[in-house]
């Protein structure tokens, strides 16, 4: 980047006196480099967006410290008696933990069970043309559009003939329905960063075609892997209208279905509620922070190519 | 060697040899791409049943008059039987032209549309102006991104209950603009602000992926053409709108597109903002649908149903003009 400018207009000399330039030192900046109130600016800008992006999850926070279900009225009376008694309550007291299993069951074998097909499908795409792959791209691409609206109707009939209702398969077949496309999507732009040279050089070494796949692309994709278990992973925690249609009894409720329970017409119960929430985030988060250093290079590897 | 890398072998698919009979052709197609297709089988057959069958089958409910009196259903250990019957296209006579359509469709309709266009081209300019941000060299970069991809990265139906309880009448963001002795709006009961806190909570909830998608997408945009640009005497808008912009071309129409259909089909966000029974005409096509299958008694499954097959082609319609746009200028990152 410096090299462009020659060294005599670095910022920090004094060119005021000098140079013919003076009344516009802007031009004698060095690329990149800004002024301090550019800086400011800058700062001050993502300050502001980081609060926004920061407080509804803080206050959440804030709320599932206070006793009373009715505090989130009176905020300011929290500061006096905070406590955790509310997380207290919510892990004896409610299903907080059978919740969590089934929340777990359902979105480890989402990422699981979808990262691997999506993983096969992305990587047949990406090396291969074959007769169908234009309608098979369509198709990955266009069952994102399904809206819920026409499926769940007829799942849930085809659920209950197979005797699938209220169970974790259901759940996890449909979430896979749902993220396995754009996975495979995404994972595809991925291997399409990877050399064919390397597939090539493990077929002269006698790797079969599969040998090829599982022992020398699958490992040098996991950036790509990463990101698509956790979109995997976060879609199932997420999902809300299969989720609340199909599990029935409340030991098989996922989080997600377990959260509204607080809420029913006649009474909320912020409190519990806030602090289930916070319970809920805090794993989640913990796993995207995990992934998220390959977040960008994974989503945008697809973008980026053209 | 059965495996068939086409690109590595540099063959383009005009500079194919004389065509074969139909059987050896098969004979050869099995051969050459019996990998591909077991790779690809999973998907095929997972998409097949989940997602190929119910549409058939829902496709078919539309045609029906079924709700849920009349479906199989068991009580105790009694089997009742299907009694619905075969009606044809009355069902989407009766949506979009029926007495009282308006109410039911097209302002849900409008309102969808609306909701869409402002979300997605929210998401997208304070995405792009974020990722800007992030990408300019300074201090604490990597922090601004950890919690600027919050939003994201707690469970959407966590955040909507937070904003649900900063949005109650006397919740905290009315204290606020009280104090502020701003006026304090109804948001989860006026029609109209029950859709501006939906539309603003979703927009929090989707700038991080625009954000994080864009930021790759600027990074991934040689320097040396800002330094050409430069070098020529461009000014920083006009960096902007012609080094930026096309750069990002291919990354923001494969974002805008997902961005498109997410919105349209997004459920969560208003399902659980105002409940499942609150808020009817803030209530977006995908959700008044299932308030009309799953929300209701009886539940009308075929109107539901037939609700879906319109969101479809309607999106379906919208992505075949997208790639027809997209081919002309050659964009598409498929």
């Known amino acids: ?58 206050w959440l926070f804030f709320l599932s410290l206070g006793p009373d279900k009715d505090d989130y009225l009176h905020p300011g009376r929290i500061f006096g008696r905070a406590g955790f008694a509310n997380y207290a309550f919510v892990l004896q007291h409610t299903g907080f933990f059978d919740w969590f299993k089934s929340t777990m069951i359902v979105a480890l074998g989402t990422t699981f069970i979808g990262v691997f097909v999506a993983a096969t499908t992305g990587y047949a795409v990406s090396r291969m043309r074959f007769p169908g792959y234009k309608p098979l791209m369509w198709v990955l691409l266009l069952t994102q559009a399904f809206p819920i609206a026409i499926l769940i109707v007829p799942m849930y009939e085809i659920f209950g003939e197979l005797g699938l209702i209220d169970t974790y398969w259901a759940l996890i077949l449909i979430n896979c329905s749902t993220a396995v496309p754009y996975s495979a999507w995404l994972l595809k732009g991925y291997f399409d960063t990877i050399p064919f040279e390397i597939d090539e050089a493990g077929r002269v070494d006698g790797l079969t075609p599969f040998g090829t796949f599982f022992r020398l692309i699958l490992p040098l994709a996991r950036p790509g892997l990463a990101v698509a278990a956790f979109y995997n992973f976060i879609t199932a925690v997420g999902e809300v209208a299969f989720a609340t249609t199909f599990m ?32 809920i985030a805090i794993p989640v988060s913990v796993f995207f922070y995990l992934v998220q250093k390959n977040l960008v290079t994974g989503l945008t590897a697809g973008g980026t190519k053209g | 060697m059965t495996v068939a890398i086409d690109r590595a072998t540099g063959r383009r698919s005009g500079e194919r040899p004389p065509r074969p009979g139909l059987g050896q052709r098969l004979k050869n197609g099995y051969q050459r791409y019996w990998y591909a297709y077991a790779m690809i089988a999973p998907v095929v057959v997972v998409l097949g049943i989940l997602v190929g069958y119910p549409l ?30 075969f009606i044809g296209l009355d069902n989407y006579q009766d949506i979009l032209f029926g007495p009282t359509a308006y109410d039911r469709f097209w302002s849900h309709f409008l309102w969808t549309v609306f909701w869409t266009v402002a979300c997605v081209t929210l998401h997208y300019v304070i995405g792009l102006g974020l990722a800007m941000m992030l990408d300019q060299k300074l201090r604490g970069r990597t922090v601004y991104r950890l919690l600027l991809v919050l939003p994201w990265a707690v469970p959407t139906f966590v955040t909507v209950f937070s904003w649900r309880i900063m949005l109650a009448d006397s919740g905290v963001l009315n204290q606020i603009l009280g104090a502020l002795h701003l006026p304090q709006p109804q948001w989860l009961e006026d029609t109209f602000w029950q859709r501006f806190a939906a539309i603003m909570v979703n927009t929090w909830c989707g700038v991080p992926f625009m954000m994080l998608s864009l930021l790759g997408g600027l990074q991934s945009i040689d320097s040396s053409l800002y330094e050409a640009a430069e070098m020529d005497g461009a000014s920083a808008w006009q960096r902007f709108r012609h080094v930026t912009l096309p750069g990002l071309r291919s990354v923001s129409s494969t974002v805008v597109l997902l961005g498109v259909i997410w919105t349209f089909n997004q459920f969560a966000i208003i399902f659980l903002l105002f409940g499942p029974t609150g808020a009817p005409d803030a209530q977006i096509l995908v959700t008044w649908a299932y308030f009309l299958g799953f929300g209701q008694q009886p539940r009308d499954f075929a109107q539901s149903a037939a609700y879906g097959v319109l969101l479809l082609s309607i999106l379906t319609v919208f992505t075949s003009f997208y790639f027809r746009w997209l081919k002309r200028n050659d964009q598409l990152a498929v």
């Open chain 1, 1 to 58: 980047m410096s090299t462009t400018t020659p060294p005599e207009t670095a910022p920090g000399l004094p060119l005021t006196a000098a140079a013919p330039a003076a009344a516009r030192p802007r031009a004698t900046r060095r690329r990149g480099e800004r002024g301090p109130l550019g800086t400011v600016l800058l700062h001050g800008g993502l300050v502001l967006a980081s609060l926004i992006a920061l407080v509804p999850v803080a």
């Open chain 1, 248 to 279: 029935l009894d409340d030991s098989k409720y996922t989080f997600a279905v377990g959260l509204q329970t607080f809420v029913s017409e006649h009474d909320a119960q912020w409190n519990y509620m806030a602090a289930t929430a916070v319970l």
């Open chain 2, 56 to 85: 058939v089958r829902g496709v078919y409910l539309t045609l029906t008059d079924a709700n849920s009196l009349n479906s199989a259903r068991t009580i105790g250990v009694n089997h009742i039987d299907a009694t619905y019957k």
